[in-house]
């Protein structure tokens, strides 16, 4: 495995996160609970997906002072 393929996985990882958060934001609940519910999955996947975004930062980085 190479740093490029490192990225690569990130991008997919993300863009699959991305997609579970939108399935989780169209959800409307009817109960309390599970609006309580839908409520912390979307804050955990924001979170989670701001937090592989700026690992891939740092992966790009990586990856252009490599190539330089």
Request: hydrophobic share 40%; glycine share 4%.
């Amino acid at each position: 495995m190479n740093i490029q393929t490192v990225a690569t996985n990130l991008r997919n990882t993300i863009a699959g996160k991305e997609k579970y958060l939108a399935e989780w934001q169209e959800f409307h609940p009817v109960e309390s609970s599970d609006r309580s519910h839908k409520a912390t999955m979307v804050g955990m996947l924001e979170l989670n997906i701001g937090e592989l975004k700026r690992i891939l930062q740092d992966v790009e980085q990586c990856i252009s002072e490599v190539e330089v």
